[in-house]
């Protein structure tokens, strides 16, 4: 893994779809970042759980639909595996149905992009996504808005009881994809503050990521359509 200097490693990445000519694209725009590195390429589901097992990345580009393997699956096999904890997976795809969105999420993707989204969008998402923070495309969450503001209203989450009404705050937010540095500004605290209030938050919900914690909000009722 390349240093970047102070002790600071690149962030690894791992390419996953079953277009060469993408894999090669999206390889070039991520090395383009001097903290970005790319540490492997896989064109299969199958191929990319092997492959992340090999090498273990920090972030995953993980492509929905491919052959020998979808995406999703491949997301919740290294989800779950506990030697790959500290990998991330960042969903890539020309689609964006519901059963591909929730799936993704489901399978425990910390945030999924379009692929007509801007370089300098994607290269943001893969930091974003490594620090622990998760991205979404505007089209995937006006989705996830009209998906739980049509459903009957639901029981609270449990264990969201227990949350203090600053956590709350911050679960709100975090639920309508706001960073850290928007949290901050929106409840007026520093950003140790919401990274302190995120870490009770992902403890108290036992939420793998921040990903899990936009559901929970969902799921909650928490975030509405206004």
Same mark, same amino acid.
């Given at each position: 893994m390349t240093d970047l200097g102070y002790g600071r490693p690149a962030i690894s990445v791992l390419i996953v779809d079953d277009q060469p000519l993408? $894999?090669?694209?999206? +390889?070039?725009?991520?090395?383009?970042?001097?903290?970005?590195? /790319?540490?492997g390429e896989a064109a299969t589901g199958r191929e990319a759980v092997r492959?992340? *097992?090999?090498? /273990?990345? !920090?972030? =995953?580009? #993980?492509?929905?639909? #491919? @052959? !020998?393997? !979808?995406? =999703?699956? &491949?997301? $919740?096999? %290294?989800? +779950?595996d506990p030697s790959l904890a500290t990998c991330r997976v960042l969903v890539l795809s020309m689609f964006e149905l519901d059963e591909y969105v929730y799936g993704a999420l489901r399978a425990g993707a910390g945030g999924f992009l379009l692929k007509d989204a801007q370089p300098d969008q994607l290269v943001d998402a893969? $930091? $974003? @996504?490594? &620090?622990?923070?998760?991205?979404? +495309?505007?089209?995937?969450? %006006?989705?996830l808005v009209e998906c739980y503001v049509n459903r009957p209203a639901a029981s609270p989450?449990?264990?969201?009881d227990a949350l203090t009404? *600053?956590?709350?705050?911050?679960?709100?937010?975090?639920?309508?994809?706001?960073?850290?540095?928007? %949290?901050?500004?929106?409840?007026?605290?520093? %950003?140790?503050?919401?990274?302190?209030?995120?870490?009770?938050?992902? +403890?108290?919900?036992?939420?793998? !990521?921040?990903?899990?914690? /936009?559901i929970a909000a969902y799921e909650s009722g928490l975030v509405s359509r206004s």
């Open positions: 993408l $894999r090669h694209s999206l +390889a070039i725009l991520v090395e383009g970042s001097p903290d970005l590195e /790319v540490v492959l992340a *097992r090999k090498v /273990v990345p !920090d972030v =995953i580009l #993980m492509d929905i639909r #491919m @052959t !020998d393997g !979808d995406g =999703i699956e &491949a997301t $919740r096999s %290294i989800t +779950a893969i $930091r $974003r @996504t490594h &620090a622990g923070e998760s991205l979404f +495309a505007p089209a995937i969450l %006006i989705r989450v449990r264990r969201l009404e *600053r956590e709350t705050e911050v679960l709100t937010l975090v639920g309508r994809g706001l960073s850290n540095d928007e %949290i901050a500004t929106a409840l007026t605290i520093s %950003i140790k503050t919401v990274k302190t209030h995120i870490g009770n938050l992902l +403890a108290k919900l036992r939420a793998r !990521d921040r990903a899990q914690l /936009v």
